[in-house]
């Protein structure tokens, strides 16, 4: 069976040739930049931290989770974070040679923020090549161990000169990933399950702070043990290609195996893609006991953290007194 490494070496040594005769060959230290969206001023409220509330109809009346999603000041996504995964999700069995992929005419800058969804990233990549989103994701699933590219691409700012073909686009964002597993030490076995992991963290983190990452991680690792549910709003709304940032009854309904109401566990693979940060707090969560949180301050992101389910409890009427105070309601 081939590692993680042999395919990694297999695709760049059949793109190398190509690839080495680019400008983007010889300049790619230089042009790569860590990039995470600020979402400080919105919200994802902690979609686990309602577990155990009762049925739907408490748990809607209530809370939800998920998160808009805003660019930073110095940056503007030409797509939203609810792209439609339909053209993207399910890899093409038809190959991507590197003699037919599409190549830019003049210089462009494609940027990815942690949190985003393939489906953005792949519409982002298809509007620079000229391509359509299904095309610029084939080449990216095809550049990444598995052929599913979901949480394989590095939140960077990637600046691609003229003349970058669309394979070496898609080999440079993978590539970049898997460099950042092997440095973390992440092997090619638990690749899916860390990967998994972060991108979860990464959403429901509405702070972005690495400490309250750790944490989260330690919930989610917590409530696997103890064979609890994991009940995140944030993988439902994957799988129903929403943003969110609430749930419904009918949605959380949804057979699918993301649905972490339905089935127990960390769904199959990522919903979005996580950060270093938020790689390093799955590889590495608190110590804590906690098994709840919920975002209390939507405007800050400030979330909340309980060991009991009463005390979490109380960290619910906290957030229904700020819904109440800034005129916010639950669809």
């Known amino acids: 069976m081939s590692t993680l490494h042999d395919e990694l ?112 990233v792949a519409a982002l990549l298809g509007q620079a090549f000229d391509v359509s989103p299904a095309v610029a994701a084939q080449a990216l699933h095809q550049a990444a161990p598995g052929d599913d590219a979901e949480g394989w691409i590095d939140p960077a700012g990637y600046q691609l000169p003229a003349g970058t073909s669309l394979t070496e686009a898609a080999t440079l964002m993978v590539g970049s990933r898997a460099s950042d597993l092997e440095r973390l030490g992440v092997s090619d076995e638990d690749s899916n399950e860390v990967l998994t992991l972060a991108s979860i963290i990464e959403v429901e983190t509405t702070t972005h702070d690495p400490q309250d990452m750790a944490v989260i991680s330690a919930v989610l690792s917590n409530r696997i043990e103890m064979d609890m549910q994991l009940q995140l709003d944030s993988t439902v709304l994957y799988a129903v290609e929403s943003d969110g940032p609430f749930t419904t009854d009918s949605e959380r309904a949804v057979d699918s195996p993301y649905n972490t109401y339905l089935y127990a566990g960390l769904p199959p693979g990522p919903i979005a893609t996580p950060s270093d940060e938020a790689i390093e707090a799955a590889l590495h969560p608190a110590d804590s006991e906690y098994l709840y949180y919920v975002t209390t301050n939507r405007a800050t992101g400030a979330i909340q953290f309980a060991e009991t389910y009463d005390e979490h409890v109380e960290n619910v009427m906290r957030l229904q007194e700020w819904l109440q105070e800034n005129g916010e309601s639950i669809p």
Do not use: N
Not at 10 to 26: D, G, I, K, P, V
Not at 46 to 53: C, I, R
Not at 75 to 102: F, H, K, N, Q, Y
């Open 9 to 120: 070496a297999e695709l760049q040594s059949s793109a190398a040739h190509h690839f080495s005769h680019t400008t983007l060959a010889r300049d790619v230290t230089s042009v790569r930049r860590r990039v995470r969206r600020d979402r400080g001023v919105t919200y994802a409220i902690g979609t686990l931290a309602v577990a155990g509330l009762g049925g739907g109809t408490v748990y809607a009346s209530m809370l939800g989770a998920g998160g808009t999603q805003l660019a930073p000041a110095d940056a503007s996504p030409s797509t939203s974070a609810s792209a439609s995964l339909d053209a993207v999700a399910t890899p093409s069995s038809a190959p991507i040679e590197d003699d037919g992929s599409p190549t830019l005419a003049l210089d462009a800058e494609v940027t990815v923020y942690a949190g985003d969804r393939l489906a953005t």
